[in-house]
C-alpha cells in the first residue's frame, strides 16, 4: 500500500510540475519585469476590459503598485467593452479611479499632446489573430503617436487564440486599406500583439518608414503557436466565448452580406442564417443584446441556417465552406456590401474568384505564393515556437 501511495504522489507530482509549466504567463502577469521601467515615470496606457491580471484589471493593478498613470487611451467598444461596434467612443473618465479616458476610435486631436504628457506609454489589449479585428489599429495608431514624440512604447504581450494557422488572402493593394484591412498580413495572421508590434516596427509601416517606435515587448512564458488559450475575458461583445472567438476568422466575411451571424442573440459568431428556408432546418430570431442592438442584420426576422456550436474548437481551422455553400444558394442577393467584402478580404479578387465559381481548393492555390512570402517576412518576427 505504501507503495502504491508513493508512486500516486510521483505521478500526482509530475502531473502538477507539468501543469505548472504549461500555465501561459501574460506580459502583463509579469510585474516583476517591466514595473522597474516605469519607477518614477508618468505613465500613459491604451487598455479595455481584456487587459487584467490576475482578475483585476491592469489600471487597478498599477494604481496600488504606485505607479503614476495619468490617462488612458480606449478603442473601439470602449474602456469596459460595451459599446457597440461602428459606434462612437466618447472622452470619459473611469468611475472607479477617476482616470481621464481619452477615445482613440477616431481623431482625437488631443493625442500628441497627451502623450507628450508622459514618459513612458503602454499597450495592452487583446487580440485574436484575425486582420479585420480594429484593436490592431489602435496599437498601431500609439505606436505612431510614440514615434512622432520621443516616447517609449511597452506592449504587453497576450496569446492568440488563433495563434496555430496562419491562412487566407495577403492584404497588397492600399486600395483595400481600411481599419478592418489596415496591415499587409493575412487574413489570419498568426502573430501575437507583440510580435505584430515588432513586423510593424520591421517592416516601415510608421509613416512610410520614415520613424521607428522605440519598443519593448514584455513577453509571455510557456507558450507557442501550438497553445491552446481560452480568453479569460470576453475581447468585445459579440465574442462571448473560445467557440465565437475560434469561428470570427471563418465567419467575419458574412458582415458584409445581408445574412445573419447571431448578432442579436446569445449565440453571435456560432451560426448562420437568413430568412428562408433553404438555408437551414436551425431557426433563430436576431433581437436586441447589450452591445449588439444597434447594427443587428435580419432583427426581427426568423432566420433558418446552420448551427455551429457544436463544432469542436480547438479542431476549427479557416475555411471558405460556409461563404461557398450560402453564396451558391442565393448568388444574385449574396454580395450586398461588394466594397465591404473587399475590405474585409483585403482584395477584390477572391469577391471575383467566388463569382466565376471557382472552388475553394482553386481559390486556395491562388493564395500560395502571397502566403508563402509572408510566412517568411512572419518568421523575422516571431517570438515563440512556431506551430509549423
Request: proline share 5%; net charge negative; hydrophobic share 40%.
Amino acid at each position: 500500500m505504501k507503495r502504491v501511495n508513493l508512486i500516486l504522489a510521483i505521478i500526482m507530482s509530475i502531473s502538477l510540475t507539468t501543469f505548472a509549466q504549461q500555465k501561459i504567463t501574460t506580459g502583463a502577469e509579469r510585474l516583476n519585469v517591466y514595473l522597474p521601467l516605469l519607477e518614477g515615470k508618468k505613465v500613459g496606457v491604451m487598455v479595455n476590459q481584456t487587459a487584467i491580471v490576475g482578475g483585476k484589471h491592469l489600471v487597478d493593478v498599477l494604481l496600488e503598485k504606485g505607479v503614476d498613470l495619468q490617462f488612458a487611451f480606449i478603442p473601439e467598444h470602449g474602456f469596459r467593452g460595451t459599446i457597440e461596434r461602428g459606434e462612437d467612443v466618447h472622452n470619459d473618465v473611469d468611475t472607479k479611479t477617476g482616470l481621464p479616458l481619452y477615445s482613440l476610435y477616431g481623431e482625437n486631436h488631443q493625442a500628441d499632446s497627451l502623450v507628450r504628457s508622459v514618459d513612458v506609454m503602454i499597450f495592452d489589449i487583446q487580440d485574436v489573430g484575425a486582420r479585420f479585428y480594429t484593436f490592431v489599429v489602435g496599437m498601431h495608431n500609439v505606436m505612431q503617436l510614440c514615434a512622432n514624440n520621443n516616447r517609449p512604447l511597452l506592449v504587453l504581450d497576450r496569446p492568440n487564440p488563433n495563434g496555430e494557422q496562419v491562412d487566407g488572402p495577403v492584404r497588397k493593394d492600399d486600395k483595400f486599406k481600411s481599419d478592418i484591412s489596415f496591415h499587409k498580413v493575412a487574413m489570419i495572421h498568426g502573430l501575437t500583439i507583440g510580435e505584430l508590434a515588432q513586423m510593424i516596427n520591421g517592416e516601415g509601416w510608421l509613416d512610410n518608414g520614415e520613424k521607428k517606435c522605440d519598443l519593448t515587448v514584455i513577453p509571455l512564458e510557456n507558450y507557442t503557436h501550438k497553445s491552446k488559450y481560452e480568453l479569460p475575458v470576453i475581447p468585445s461583445p459579440s465574442l462571448p466565448n473560445y467557440q465565437s472567438v475560434r469561428l470570427f476568422p471563418l465567419l467575419c466575411l458574412f458582415e458584409a452580406t445581408d445574412f445573419s451571424i447571431g448578432r442579436g442573440t446569445d449565440f453571435p459568431f456560432q451560426v448562420i442564417g437568413y430568412p428562408d428556408t433553404q438555408f437551414g432546418d436551425f431557426t433563430f430570431t436576431p433581437g436586441t443584446r447589450v452591445g449588439m442592438s444597434a447594427h443587428v442584420e435580419q432583427q426581427g426576422n426568423l432566420c433558418y441556417g446552420i448551427d455551429l456550436r457544436g463544432l469542436k474548437a480547438d479542431s476549427i481551422r479557416f475555411t471558405l465552406k460556409y461563404i461557398l455553400d450560402f453564396y451558391h444558394k442565393m448568388p444574385d442577393k449574396f454580395f450586398a456590401r461588394p466594397d465591404f467584402f473587399d475590405k474585409l478580404a483585403g482584395t477584390d479578387k477572391l469577391r471575383e474568384q467566388i463569382l466565376a465559381g471557382w472552388t475553394e481548393e482553386q481559390i486556395r492555390d491562388s493564395w500560395k505564393e502571397e502566403l508563402s512570402e509572408y510566412k517568411r517576412m512572419r518568421k523575422k518576427y516571431l517570438l515563440y515556437e512556431d506551430f509549423e
